[in-house]
């Protein structure tokens, strides 16, 4: 199996900045996607980033120009740096990724437990 632990959130002041990292491990044969989303509290879950292996990332219109995502390919690790957090930022942060793991010919949707982000006003 596969198993995302993220790490970095936490409560910031509005205007302020995050970066949050998410490490894959386990059976892992290769990973076509790593991304980031997010869930408020009586919202659905929201892609709010993700970057393709060898392709370009993608954002949610909301996040564009303050979010950035990057992977380290070398240890299946994605990074999401936040910067200018405001309220509506506030959400449990969950990393998923698909996985192509040892022995199976497609891949998998994983997720880590979430991580709390808290930007006050």
């Known amino acids: 199996q596969v198993r995302l632990v993220e790490s970095g959130g936490g409560l910031v002041q509005a205007g302020g900045s995050l970066r949050l990292s998410c490490a894959a491990s386990?059976?892992?044969?290769?990973?076509?996607?790593m991304g980031w989303y997010r869930q408020a509290p009586g919202e659905q879950r929201e892609l709010v980033a993700a970057?393709?292996?060898?392709?370009?990332?993608i954002y949610v219109n909301s996040v564009k120009g303050r979010f950035t995502i990057s992977r380290d390919n070398a240890k299946n690790t994605v990074y999401l740096q936040m910067n200018s957090l405001n309220p509506e930022d506030t959400a449990v942060y969950y990393c998923?990724?698909?996985?192509?793991?040892?022995?199976?010919?497609?891949?998998?949707?994983?997720w880590g437990q979430g991580t709390q982000v808290t930007v006050s006003s």
């Open positions: 386990g059976s892992i044969f290769s990973i076509n996607v």
């Open positions: 970057i393709p292996t060898g392709d370009s990332a």
């Open positions: 998923g990724a698909e996985v192509v793991t040892v022995g199976w010919s497609t891949s998998r949707r994983f």
